[in-house]
């Protein structure tokens, strides 16, 4: 079976870039979730996806950022613009489930992005 | 608010020695619990979970957790670690609705 697949894996921009990050979760998985690990944290979930609808969106900072997951399966993340403090890895995941139930949640690679 | 504590920043362990990884929570509500791994220069992966039931769960390459919850405590254990440990391991409490609490992670070096 396929894992979580992301890209790019690493990004480099200077402050005020604008920068797009890819997810595509494991085929057939409902829930798609995206985090932030900032160095020496644990990931911070920043949102997560019902299918193409959003459940928890609580802790995007919407003035920067913006994700979508228009036809239900992949999903785009965006920040505009970036700022020295986004410097993190960018973490998608995917369950089975709506998130309620048992299943874990199966992470991608991530997307380094270093703010200049 | 919820919060996962992970006692250890960094454990340095020599082949064949004890671990016991500490994660505390802070969640009033019905509890599922994760360790997760990360290998160097690999992605997240799940090493166990605890839903319900036996509070003592055993997970992937000998390890196993403990679910206390009188002590809001989940601590990961196994009785002699490999050099191929050695990577960074998480505590995780899963809120209603999926959400994943992380705790801030503890690396674990074990010397040959």
């Known amino acids: 079976e396929a894992g979580v697949a992301q890209s790019p894996r690493y990004k480099i921009i200077e402050k005020r870039q604008s920068v797009a990050f890819w997810c595509n979760p494991i085929s057939g998985h409902a829930t798609l979730y995206w985090y932030q690990q900032i160095l020496g944290q644990g990931p911070k979930l920043l949102i997560q996806f019902q299918n193409n609808g959003v459940v928890d969106d609580s802790q995007l900072p919407k003035d920067r950022f913006s994700a979508e997951r228009l036809k239900g399966v992949d999903s785009t993340l965006k920040i505009q613009p970036a700022k020295l403090e986004d410097s993190a890895v960018y973490l998608c995941?995917?369950?089975?489930?709506?998130?309620?139930?048992?299943?874990?949640?199966?992470f991608g690679p991530g997307t380094r992005l270093t703010v200049l | 608010a919820q919060s996962v504590s992970q006692h250890n920043h960094h454990v340095i362990l020599s082949e064949a020695a004890s671990l016991e990884l500490g994660c505390n929570y802070s969640?009033?509500?019905?509890?599922?619990l994760f360790w997760y791994v990360q290998y160097p220069g690999q992605h997240l992966q799940l090493l166990l979970k605890?839903?319900?039931?036996?509070?003592l769960v055993k997970g992937i390459k000998g390890f196993e957790a403990e679910f206390i919850k009188s002590k809001f405590s989940f601590n990961l254990r196994k009785p002699s670690v490999q050099w191929s440990d050695t990577a960074e391991y998480f505590c995780a409490v899963k809120l209603r609705g999926g959400k994943l609490i992380f705790g801030q992670g503890t690396e674990l070096s074990v010397k040959p």
């Open positions: 995941a995917s369950s089975l489930d709506s998130g309620t139930g048992s299943n874990e949640q199966f």
């Open positions: 969640y009033g509500g019905t509890v599922n």
């Open positions: 605890y839903f319900s039931g036996d509070p």
